[in-house]
């Protein structure tokens, strides 16, 4: 078999690219697991209402306060703007009028 030198350095190039792509995929997900804490929001990090993180304090304190509310009965839960099942909303928040 007759390996020309361009060929060589062809299949060089490209397991050289594919490795280092490799690599930085790696490094990406764990940077970005931390750096979405540290974005504001408008720039697309983490809403102000996300939830703790797994595996801190708060986040166990999230996780027994949710435990409590979801064993309360519905009666006695905390409304949290959400509409009720059964009532329509619109986009914009507001109830839909009579039909015109």
Known sequence: MNVCPR???ILLVAVVSASSLAGCASVNQKASEAMGDYIPQWAGGLPADAPPRPGTAKYEAYMRERERLRQLPASERPQDGQPQQGQPSSA?????????
Not at 92 to 100: E, K, S
């Open 92 to 100: 914009n928040g507001q109830t839909p009028g009579p039909a015109r």
């Open 7 to 9: 060929q060589l350095v």
